[in-house]
């Protein structure tokens, strides 16, 4: 969601916004009078029947007052503090986002407690992995392949914001994305439609709960980017997508689907067109797909301006019939622009619109808000002034504990050449890199409410870690950049309070001083990566290499011949050629949050082995985009260790990722033995077991996921080389095994074929079985 706040708002940007909303609710309050806790003007003892309730709440309702209703507003200096009292008490927003305390949201609600109906406002915020504390971003709770873990964060990140008065998150974000150069790739849950159509059923209920209406200290969950954002043409944020309905249906759609059958209370609808009709004017994407073949009855919300937008993409000619088209195609609630407030009244008095399309908007609005408690109380989740917390960035009010332990599980180990990891606590250890010691960039993209200066950095962690017992040497060796361009970009609207700072110094200068303190070093440490700005929205790359100083620094650190650790802090699978071949190890660390530096430190020391798996493949090259593992099978495929004239293949270099998909090591070894099947034919409502039995080869106890894939030996349409469909993390102690058994029906097996069907058609299915996506044992059975 594009924002006018700073795209990567700093910790200044942010407390200037406070102190911003602070005025704005002070001066709400001082015009007007207290105002009651009340129900809204609806029968209270309807409250316990839904649809009555809002009918009769309904029946009541103005033109003008629904039209009101539409209104999701930015909080900030495009509403002033008069304007923004007056337009609330008039019945004229019907919820706000940004605004992300108790004491900012209450004078707010107060002024919706004195309009006419005392219809209560919602408040949102992009909640997306943490609130007060941040946990990984989304690659790493996916790469934990653990759903608990993700759970965990969700559930932790929906009490915080509850408990700062936010009703609604616009979360989980659930977009497929098979192009690494796209900024928003750090967001999601990565390539697979079955693991994150699994992370996306989790999060949903871990951030709702189980419970109706949702409990004060849940969120309302608004599933995003509706539809296939994550498929944008050349990677670039905000582009086209051309697809075809059956890649529609079986590869990109799923988590969306998961994220409603969940229970989901709100869908964001994407920024993008679909096949040249924009997803918010796009009928059947938002009534055909969406309420009538998935039965969806929650509330749909615009990308930030996506309304106005209409008129850019050249569908509506002016805001008019931008207005028309978006809501009698089913988008709900406009965000942060006036396209329904100021066009709709001239749209339904000219009959362009009917009054059961604003009708239908307003129902879900209101019925998201009955759906959030908010109606049985408006206050549930900001409570009284006397509860509010003295500081809302109190140390008390983290969860660090349950950060650290999450971002444990959310990083890979790529590389480990001669057991370099883990580390001793012993001798000298020399840190460097532009990434070692910044506060901010432990935090990653969408941060919400979370305080840099509450991060531990890796400088930190490793000195906790260590103590006195080893001498830890520490020089920054380089910028994130030396392009000016760059920087300039990445500080865009914070020039005040710039996210990229950079050193002074020379290049030369810089990397002499880290040369020398490897020198006096038994290992070097480099943290390497994006600044967190380079993985974000609207920062799409044509390149996934690292920036050419911290090359130049990587090249001196390794001639001094010391071992070379790589700490890699990213939100994109990176161009890794050059380190795979030279660094003694690599861990993948993504942005672990909060707790990002004890919990790296946890890793490199041993304290904690580690178990990630990467939830997206690595390319060897930008040229080999897009290099997803369940791509479809080809007439003439690439064969390895066959010539490959007149093979799917580019010539220049090897074929095939970098890193697989569902690819990580770990301080011990697993051996996995062959798949035996429980039967060698299974009947169309039967089922079928795969059992493998995993081992702890190793000298150490740890976890690894057991990854189950099916192929499609023939089928009516082409099918891909293999697909996810089922996964296990297993715990074993040195020595120890254990047996793993998936059960494969029906529903595993099928598919959409080319009349979007989904069906399982008879004939033979190969079963792969393995710790990676590409060095599997196999088996096969035969469907009737």
Same mark, same amino acid.
């Given at each position: 969601?594009?924002? $006018? ?10 407390? !200037? ?44 309702? @103005?033109?003008?007052? $629904? ?18 009292? #007056?337009?609330?008490? /008039? ?12 004491? #900012? ?225 089913? @988008? ?119 305080? #840099? ?11 906790? /870690? ?30 005040? #309070? ?7 110094? !020379? ?10 303190? /490897? ?11 994006? !600044? ?11 390149? &996934? @290499? ?124 697993? !051996? ?35 990854? &189950? ?12 080389? $293999?697909?996810? $469909? ?33 069906? /399982? ?16 044992? @196999? ?6």
């Amino acid at each position: 969601m594009f924002i $006018k706040l700073p795209a990567r708002p700093a910790a200044h940007a942010r407390r !200037s916004r406070h102190r911003y909303i602070a005025s704005v609710c002070a001066l709400a309050c001082a015009v007007s009078l207290l105002a009651p806790q009340a129900y809204a003007q609806g029968k209270p003892a309807l409250l316990g029947d839904k649809a009555a309730f809002i009918d009769d709440l309904m029946s009541q309702m @103005t033109v003008d007052e $629904k039209i009101g209703q539409l209104r999701l507003v930015s909080i900030g200096p495009d509403m002033p503090a008069k304007k923004l009292a #007056d337009e609330i008490a /008039a019945g004229r927003v019907g919820g706000t986002f940004n605004s992300v305390t108790r004491a #900012d949201n209450r004078p707010l609600q107060d002024g919706a407690m004195r309009s006419r109906l005392k219809i209560p406002m919602f408040f949102a915020y992009d909640v997306i992995h943490g609130h007060r504390t941040t946990f990984p971003i989304g690659l790493g709770l996916a790469s934990s392949w653990d759903l608990d873990v993700v759970a965990t964060a969700m559930r932790t990140a929906a009490e915080e914001a509850a408990a700062d008065g936010i009703d609604m998150t616009f979360a989980p974000m659930v977009d497929i994305s098979r192009d690494p150069r796209w900024g928003r790739t750090s967001e999601g849950f990565g390539e697979d439609p079955y693991l994150v159509s699994r992370i996306a059923e989790v999060s949903v209920r871990a951030l709702q709960g189980e419970q109706k209406p949702i409990a004060a200290d849940r969120l309302m969950a608004s599933v995003k980017h509706f539809a296939l954002y994550g498929a944008v043409e050349g990677g670039r944020d905000y582009n086209v997508v051309n697809m075809d309905p059956q890649r529609m249906y079986n590869d990109y759609l799923p988590p969306y689907r998961a994220a409603v059958d969940a229970g989901a209370g709100a869908v964001m609808v994407a920024l993008n067109s679909i096949n040249g009709t924009p997803a918010t004017s796009n009928v059947w994407l938002l009534q055909d797909l969406l309420r009538r073949e998935w039965g969806f009855k929650g509330l749909t919300v615009s990308d930030h301006g996506a309304i106005t937008e209409l008129v850019n993409h050249g569908v509506a000619r002016d805001e008019a019939e931008a207005a028309q088209l978006s809501i009698k195609a089913g @988008t709900d609630m406009s965000m942060a622009d006036q396209v329904y407030l100021s066009q709709l009244p001239g749209l339904l008095k000219s009959g362009k619109v009917a009054q059961q399309d604003l009708d239908n908007a307003v129902r879900e609005i209101l019925g998201a808000k009955y759906d959030m408690g908010l109606f049985q109380d408006p206050y549930v989740r900001i409570g009284q002034a006397v509860g509010d917390p003295p500081s809302v960035n109190a140390e008390s009010r983290l969860h660090r504990a349950a950060a650290r332990e999450v971002a444990q599980q959310s990083m890979v180990l790529l590389e480990n050449r001669n057991a370099t990891l883990p580390l001793k606590k012993a001798g000298a250890i020399a840190l460097v890199g532009p990434l070692a010691d910044s506060h901010i960039d432990m935090l990653g993209s969408w941060s919400g409410a979370g305080v #840099d200066k509450q991060t531990v950095t890796l400088k930190q962690g490793l000195q906790d /870690a260590l103590g006195t017992k080893t001498e830890l040497v520490y020089a920054r060796g380089a910028n994130i950049t030396e392009d000016k361009h760059i920087v300039d970009y990445l500080n865009f609207l914070n020039w005040d #309070d710039p996210e990229v700072v950079q050193d002074k110094r !020379s290049p030369q200068a810089m990397i002499a001083e880290a040369v020398k303190a /490897a020198r006096s070093a038994d290992v070097v440490v480099a943290a390497v990566g994006e !600044s967190r700005g380079m993985s974000h929205e609207s920062s799409s790359r044509t390149q &996934l @290499t690292l920036p050419e100083n911290q090359m130049a620094l990587l090249k001196a650190l390794k001639a001094t011949g010391k071992p070379l650790v790589l700490v890699l802090m990213n939100g994109r699978p990176l161009d890794l050629n050059w380190a795979r071949d030279n660094a003694s190890a690599i861990l993948e660390t993504w942005y672990t949050g909060t707790e990002g530096g004890h919990a790296i430190a946890d890793i490199l020391f041993g304290d904690v082995n580690p178990s990630g798996k990467l939830p997206i493949t690595f390319p060897r090259s930008v040229g080999q985009i897009p290099s997803y593992y369940n791509h479809a099978r080809l007439g003439r495929p690439f064969t390895e260790g066959k010539p490959g004239n007149y093979t799917s293949q580019y010539f220049e270099e090897p074929n095939g990722p970098l890193y697989p998909f569902g690819y990580g090591l770990s301080y011990t070894e697993f !051996s996995l033995s062959g798949v035996t099947m429980s039967q060698p034919v299974m009947k169309a409502d039967g089922r079928v077991d795969a059992t493998v039995t995993v081992k702890n080869t190793g000298r150490r106890a740890g976890a690894t996921v057991v990854q &189950l894939y099916i192929r499609d030996v023939a089928a009516s349409v082409v099918r891909p080389v $293999k697909e996810l $469909k089922d996964f296990r993390k297993v715990l074993l102690q040195p020595g120890e095994q254990k047996e793993v058994r998936f059960t494969i029906d029906a529903k595993a097996l099928s598919f959409y074929n080319a009349k979007l069907e989904h069906v /399982a058609e008879p004939g033979e299915f190969q079963v792969q079985v393995g710790l990676d996506s590409k060095d599997v044992k @196999t088996a096969s059975f035969t469907l009737e």
